[in-house]
């Protein structure tokens, strides 16, 4: 998948992600030298979280060829350092 298409698929969906319910943001990622991609999410709660994987749109993402392999890691935030570098909590 070139890195044009990989940016349209992600042009064409991107406000699908701005209407989950309680997705602060999501910070696309890319590597274009490695094919490499991926994104970043902040949730108000675990829950919103949970429901977007059970949600139509992660199974559309997880069964699009443009977005082969997804994978999702759940990580919780370091408060005190993150605020110290300014970052989202």
């Known amino acids: 998948l070139s890195h044009e298409d990989y940016s349209g698929a992600c042009n064409d969906i991107a406000q ?6 309680g997705l602060i943001s999501k910070h696309w990622l890319a590597n274009e030298d490695t094919n490499t991609y ?41 408060e005190a350092p993150t605020k110290t570098t300014r970052g989202v909590t």
């Open 16 to 21: 699908n992600f701005a209407d989950l319910p």
């Open 38 to 78: 991926g994104g970043v999410y902040f949730w108000e709660s675990r829950e919103a979280m949970e429901n977007y994987l059970k949600s139509e749109l992660f199974a559309q993402v997880a069964n699009n060829p443009a977005f082969a392999n997804a994978a999702s890691k759940d990580f919780a935030i370091l």
